[in-house]
């Protein structure tokens, strides 16, 4: 599995929470070969994060273009 965690400062987390937690839920009704399943979304954890299958490709090079 892929964790995806919230990192932000202490003032962000409080607006970033409901952020993460509509992206997890809207991600969550996605069926398509191209986006990844979510498992599960934890937001009451410090930090909150999102569990999704680890995927088998490598994005490093498109981060870089």
């Known amino acids: 599995v892929a964790i995806k965690v919230l990192v932000a400062d ?3 987390v409080i607006d970033w929470r ?4 509509r992206e ?3 991600v969550q009704r996605l069926i ?3 986006v990844v399943r979510v498992f ?3 937001i009451d954890h410090d930090p909150p994060y999102i ?3 680890r995927t088998q490709m490598n ?3 498109l981060l870089r273009s």
């Open 40 to 42: 599960d979304c934890v």
């Open 51 to 53: 569990v999704m299958p």
């Open 59 to 61: 994005v490093s090079p």
């Open 32 to 34: 398509h070969p191209n």
């Open 18 to 21: 409901a952020r993460f937690r």
């Open 10 to 12: 202490d003032e962000a």
């Open 24 to 26: 997890a839920r809207l």
